[in-house]
């Protein structure tokens, strides 16, 4: 099967209100280690990952899936590309419910969801809840069982907005075990996310967005060590929080 | 007349020895109220869940015309059914008219936009707190009315109930349709109202405690229900 990616904005533009939120983003993923995406509140990242998704429809310009040539939404790039939220919305039922819903959704055929859904449970280190109620499981085991969802479809993409954004400490370290083991299973991740720490442990590439405005693109390291823009100076320096 | 206390025990005595009047009227208030529910909750709560779902022209108003017929006078849908069911109403060749079969429908037309309206709101909020994620694993609306139905089940139980106390209590549209006949279309509130007027207290305060305990009762089981809902749903 041909694969979806690489995934190209070509001059994206969103307004909302007479207010423009993201201007001529023109960005291209392709296969490979996970791409973070950082900026200060209101840069315009979750709004370009629920583009890239298929949530919402930019207002100037395209996305398009090359590998099909395919916008977000088209069928056939639907269920190979999956989100995880900030805040996961779980379904009232077990957490295994939950996984089998998403694939009965994507139409796996019955005979094969009871083994996906167990295998993505126990990746996830969910296996002892999987009879439990989602909604009663700690906020740390409800955001994985988000990421085990969205693992149990075999998504060539993930997209992950701020994941670990409301978690402690022990949580985030569990949710980001999860997210490094999917991506070495071959998912490509496109994550946002406020903690210069997890972008650190995670990115392979950061993204730096400002103003809606893609300002830098860099290796991971060399972000870090050697911004080239001011923006991305004074994002790292923890001068440039809100917009 | 009877005095108030001697009425109040030959009410008990007609609860408790189970008098056969009041049980065959009982019983058909049963009848009528949950065949009406049965029909209205068929027709009303995938077509209250439909209007929160779907988006199509003329939604709005539609949702407006439904909620203001949550409240519609009683009296007045007796009389929109009595004139279909007339002889010369273009229903009048089913010879419904004054048969429990009218009293149905009447409840029916009563109770539908009350489980629309309240199963509607039901399904909004909750598909306000799914569709982001529901859209995002690739559902259509289609796909995820029944998940809504099903996950709504325990708050939706609470808008067939209201339904329930709606039909049950009702008297003015069943009266126009039913004729309170004896035996054939009287029901417990059309058996209050004769009773009553004819000042036999003991039938009518039998009758009316056994609609309080029915109204304590489908409070009582609402509250279960959201109860019961809250600990399954965590």
């Given at each position: 099967m041909a694969s979806i990616l690489p995934l190209e904005f070509r001059e994206v533009g969103f307004s909302a209100g007479g207010q423009a939120l993201l201007r001529d983003?023109?960005?291209?993923?392709?296969?490979?280690?996970?791409?973070?995406?950082?900026?200060?509140?209101?840069?315009?990242?979750?709004?370009?990952l629920r583009i890239a998704h298929g949530l919402l429809a930019p207002t100037t310009g395209s996305v398009r899936w090359l590998?099909?040539?395919?916008?977000?939404?088209?069928?056939?790039?639907?269920?190979?590309?999956?989100?995880?939220?900030?805040?996961?919305?779980?379904?009232?039922?077990s957490a295994a419910a939950n996984v089998d819903y998403a694939l009965a959704v994507a139409r796996v055929p019955r005979s094969e969801r009871a083994d996906r859904v167990a295998q993505a449970l126990s990746r996830t280190g969910?296996?002892?809840?999987?009879?439990?109620?989602?909604?009663?499981?700690?906020?740390?085991?409800?955001?994985?069982?988000?990421?085990?969802?969205?693992?149990?479809?075999?998504?060539?993409?993930?997209?992950?907005?701020?994941?670990t954004a409301a978690l402690d400490p022990g949580a985030t370290r569990a949710v980001e075990e999860s997210i490094a083991a999917i991506s070495e299973s071959g998912t490509k991740i496109v994550m946002t996310t406020h903690d210069l720490g997890q972008a650190r442990r995670l990115a392979g590439e950061i993204l730096l967005l400002c103003k809606g405005r893609l300002v830098e693109r860099a290796a991971a390291a060399d972000f870090f060590e050697s911004p080239e823009s001011a923006e991305a100076r004074s994002f790292l320096n923890g001068d440039l929080l809100w917009e | 007349m009877q005095s108030l206390s001697e009425a109040f025990r030959a009410a008990f005595t007609l609860v408790i020895d189970l008098d056969p009047d009041l049980i065959e009227i009982v019983s058909l208030s049963f009848g009528i109220t949950g065949a009406s529910l049965l029909l209205a909750t068929l027709v009303g709560l995938p077509f209250g869940a439909s209007l929160a779902l779907f988006r199509f022209p003329g939604r709005r108003p539609l949702i407006v015309i439904v909620n203001a017929l949550m409240g519609l006078p009683p009296v007045v849908v007796g009389l929109v059914v009595y004139l279909a069911l007339s002889r010369s109403g273009p229903l009048g060749g089913l010879g419904w008219l004054f048969t429990p079969k009218a009293m149905v429908v009447a409840q029916f037309v009563l109770i539908t936009p009350i489980v629309a309206g309240l199963s509607r709101q039901v399904i909004e909020d909750l598909w306000e707190e799914y569709e982001e994620q529901l859209r995002s694993l690739g559902a259509t609306a289609a796909r995820a009315l029944p998940t809504l139905l099903w996950d709504g089940r325990f708050r939706l139980v609470t808008t067939v109930l209201a339904g329930f106390g709606r039909a049950v209590g009702e008297v003015g549209a069943v009266i126009v349709v039913g004729g309170n006949i004896a035996h054939s279309t009287r029901v417990m509130t059309t058996a209050i109202a004769l009773e009553t007027s004819k000042g036999d207290l003991a039938l009518a305060l039998g009758l009316g405690l056994v609609l309080l305990a029915l109204a304590l009762g489908v409070n009582a089981l609402a509250m279960l229900f959201r109860e019961l809902g809250a600990r399954v749903e965590g």
């Open positions: 983003l023109s960005i291209r993923f392709e296969a490979g280690a996970p791409s973070v995406v950082m900026g200060p509140n209101g840069a315009g990242k979750s709004l370009s590998g099909l040539d395919a916008p977000p939404n088209d069928p056939r790039v639907r269920h190979r590309q999956a989100m995880v939220f900030e805040q996961p919305v779980l379904l009232r039922r969910l296996a002892r809840v999987a009879d439990r109620r989602a909604r009663v499981l700690s906020a740390g085991e409800q955001q994985r069982l988000s990421l085990a969802r969205a693992w149990a479809l075999e998504p060539e993409v993930l997209f992950l907005d701020e994941p | -």
